[in-house]
């Protein structure tokens, strides 16, 4: 069983409104948008990581439930940083029967379901510690060997790293595990902006919202 774990626990100071309950230009707020398209990807236990806006984020969700099973983990601190939302995400989703968690930010709100599904069907098939989607190379770069590094969400982490993002340096996070394991990561080149599109500011936003 791969469960999703979103962080929706920051401040949102850039972009001066919580980001989780932004609308999307389609109906949807951010958290709502995201959760909807997991369920469509077939993941079925969804875990929200909330922080100062917990209450309004759980309303939120209660007015335009997915079909599945929604958890919530308050971080009582995020200024910890972001690995402390990651941990406390983890605790919550981490069961017997869970072979990976998949980790995404409430930033992104714009991913495709076809994208999350091909990260989950190539764990399934490869049983690789982590997958993450990636910018597709253009024909004319993969030609000149031009790569495009991006890298998008989500990110999936196999159960045997668990224990590795628990001992991560706090100051490091996540990247400290993703890092230590940079040759055995699966890549996945994929033709999704929205993956790729981390929303910071209002500006950044308001594009993002015209161009959806």
Do not use: W
């Amino acid at each position: 069983m791969v469960r999703l774990v979103v962080l929706a626990a920051g401040e949102s100071k850039r972009m001066g409104a919580p980001k989780a309950l932004l609308p999307d230009g389609a109906g949807r707020l951010f958290i709502t948008r995201v959760l909807h398209t997991f369920c469509a990807a077939g993941l079925t236990d969804l875990t929200v990581v909330t922080g100062t806006l917990h209450e309004p984020i759980v309303r939120a969700v209660a007015a335009d439930p997915p079909r599945a099973v929604v958890r919530f983990a308050r971080n009582p601190d995020p200024g910890r940083g972001q690995l402390s939302s990651v941990l406390t995400g983890l605790d919550e989703a981490d069961a017997p029967g869970v072979s990976a968690i998949l980790l995404t930010l409430v930033d992104v709100p714009f991913v495709a379901t076809a994208t999350v599904r091909t990260v989950v069907d190539a764990f399934e098939r490869t049983r690789a510690p982590i997958v993450r989607p990636m910018a597709r190379r253009s024909g004319e770069a993969a030609e000149a060997g031009v790569r495009d590094d991006r890298h998008g969400h989500p990110v999936l982490f196999a159960r045997s790293l668990f224990d590795e993002l628990r001992r991560a340096d706090p100051a490091l996070g996540a990247k400290a595990v993703v890092r230590a394991h940079a040759t055995r990561i699966l890549n996945l080149e994929i033709d999704d902006e929205g993956a790729l599109l981390d929303l910071d500011t209002h500006d950044e936003y308001e594009r993002a919202v015209r161009s959806s």
